[in-house]
């Protein structure tokens, strides 16, 4: 699983925010990978899966509680069979999800609200590609 990390970089964050202008829809590909087993301080026993469907959860909710306009889960599902290509179970999950732009997505996951909740993704996730995408379409 090389080149998976949880956080990003700080030149990552600056080449981020340097490519996404303001006003422009950012689509964030996520490339999830669970802990067999989640780490939860108080040693809770369930898997890392079940961790970050609690993160999934309160993110969404927190999302529309905050009421950011065009903020959203685009797709979200359990990796499948390798049509083209190979890989070795690197991912579990895949889910992409929309923000209004690169600035909201900061300010949504830099929040209190985001830090509260927090605590299921780390438990939960064992690593993570963040692939951002423009709207700019291919097809």
Not at 24 to 52: Q, R, W
Not at 109 to 129: F, M, N, T, W
Request: proline fraction near 4%; aromatic fraction near 10%; glycine fraction near 12%.
């Amino acid at each position: 699983m090389s080149g998976i990390s949880l956080e990003p970089l700080p030149e990552q964050v600056k080449a981020f925010l340097a490519n996404h202008p303001d006003g422009e829809p950012v689509f964030m590909l996520n490339l999830l990978k669970f802990k067999d087993k989640a780490t939860y301080h108080d040693g809770e026993d369930i898997s890392g899966a079940e961790a970050y469907a609690r993160y999934g959860k309160a993110f969404g909710e927190m999302v529309a509680g905050l009421n950011i306009d065009g903020a959203h889960s685009v797709f979200g599902g359990k990796m499948g069979a390798w049509l083209i290509g190979q890989g070795e179970g690197e991912w579990d999950s895949v889910a992409i999800f929309r923000y209004p732009d690169a600035k909201t997505m900061f300010e949504t996951v830099s929040s209190e609200a985001y830090r509260k909740i927090h605590k299921h993704r780390k438990a939960g996730l064992a690593g993570q590609l963040l692939i951002a995408c423009d709207g700019s379409g291919m097809f």
